[in-house]
Nanobody, 123 residues
Framework: QVQLTESGGGSVQSGGSLRLTCVAS????????MGWFRQPPGGERENVAV????????RYVDSVKGRFTISRDYAKNTVYLQMNALKAEDTAVYSC????????????????WGQGTQVTVSA
């Protein structure tokens, strides 16, 4: 069982920055990959960024490339999402997720989710 706890959400004006933090209760096979998802009001959940242990590169959804950066501190079982140049369309509930990597496809299989933290960007 992995518990994920997010923090760092809030309200910011367009163009501003926020850093989200997610702390995992343990380090295991199930935290090989950690990522961030978001769900806007009335919208679908989308995978914003992913970083898997041992991977050389992060993965981002196109709409945040160049603005968001995912990073991990493996000693602290923590994943971060630095969000710069925020836009109104980034407004959403952001959730952290963790899971193993599917070796056959080299893609993450998320098994655990945090409660989410609200990010609101005003125009």
């Amino acid at each position: 069982q992995v518990q994920l706890t997010e923090s760092g959400g809030g309200s910011v004006q367009s163009g501003g920055s926020l850093r989200l933090t997610c702390v995992a209760s343990t380090s295991s096979l199930y935290t090989t990959c950690m990522g961030w998802f978001r769900q806007p009001p009335g919208g679908e959940r989308e995978n914003v960024a992913v970083l898997c242990y041992g991977a050389d590169t992060e993965r981002y959804v196109d709409s945040v490339k160049g603005r968001f950066t995912i990073s991990r501190d493996y000693a602290k079982n923590t994943v971060y999402l630095q969000m710069n140049a925020l836009k109104a369309e980034d407004t959403a509930v952001y959730s952290c997720a963790a899971g193993p990597i599917n070796i056959a496809t080299m893609t993450p299989t998320f098994a655990y989710w945090g409660q989410g933290t609200q990010v609101t960007v005003s125009a």
